[in-house]
């Protein structure tokens, strides 16, 4: 299949980064999330881009081992962005990163790549690795990394939210995961909890607030897991993964219930 035919791949992330500036005016409390995403969704783009290129000289094979060394330099765009935006915590991770010879940092996107799904809190090596990870499976190139109980069909990665998707000429809806990694959607059963295969719906409890009509925390009682559902039939111009950002309240209620997000989503939430 040609590229040339479809759009570039900054195009997602260009309108990711729209949808999430337009969402920081008008929210107070989640400007902040919302501005750094816009920001990095850009950034993402031009190393897609950057990668996109790299790819169109000489194939990846899809194993970071392999493509790594190629990698380093244009994935190096996502810690300088971090580095003078991110908060202070982040921002102080992405400049030690950034001072680091090529064969740490490749060493540290490894462990990333190659960890257990427990593994899920390097913010950074994650926003680093999606404009890569997205090329793979845009071009059709198999990803290559271990996915023993790994979600994401397309890459082994974890979903970070969910949404309520209306199916066309239908009065129904599907629900779909979203990969943090590759940006992917996959279908799954309305009743069943991702992290643990739970079933029965009485384990499944969901919970929302009018405050966040398209908004809702769907949990599972047996692995106290809960993933953040975004409803498309309520808002077509929703982009869930950017969306999500705006109930970060939800998300804070839902840790004083005992939850653990089975992802932490753009915010490192
Ligand atoms: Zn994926
Ligand atoms: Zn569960």
Redesign the pocket.
């Known amino acids: 299949m040609s590229s040339e035919s479809k759009s570039p791949i900054s195009a997602a992330f260009r309108r990711a980064a729209e949808r999430a500036d337009a969402l920081a005016g008008s929210s107070n409390v989640a400007g902040e999330p919302l501005r750094f995403a816009a920001g990095l969704y850009r950034v993402q783009g031009e190393v897609a881009a950057a990668i996109q290129a790299l790819h169109a000289t000489r194939p990846l094979a899809g194993r970071l081992e392999a493509d790594g060394g190629r990698l380093v330099e244009p994935l190096r765009a996502v810690h300088r962005y971090a580095a003078e935006v991110a908060p202070p915590t982040l921002a102080e991770v992405a400049r030690e990163r950034l001072s680091e010879p090529p064969e740490v940092a490749q060493a540290r996107l490894s462990v990333y790549w190659n960890g257990t799904r427990d593994d899920r809190e390097d913010f950074l090596s994650r926003a680093a690795l999606r404009p890569y ?1 997205e090329v793979l ?1 845009r071009n059709k190139v198999p ?1 290559d990394r271990p996915t023993a109980g790994r979600l ?6 974890q979903p970070w939210v969910a949404a309520r998707r209306p199916v066309p000429n239908s009065h129904g809806a599907q629900r779909v995961l979203l ?6 959607e996959w279908v799954v059963n309305r009743i069943l909890c991702p992290a643990c295969g739970e079933e029965d719906p009485d384990k499944l409890p969901a919970f929302n607030t009018e405050r966040y009509p398209t908004a809702r925390i769907e949990a599972c009682e047996t692995c106290r897991r809960y993933l953040k559902s975004i409803d498309l039939s309520l808002d077509g111009h929703a982009i869930p993964e950017v969306d999500d950002l705006v109930s970060l309240s939800l998300d804070l209620w839902a840790a004083d219930q005992g939850f653990a997000r089975i992802e932490p989503g753009l915010a490192g939430v």
């Open positions: 990870v499976v990803v994401c069909p397309h890459c082994g990665g990969c943090a990694l590759c940006g992917s």
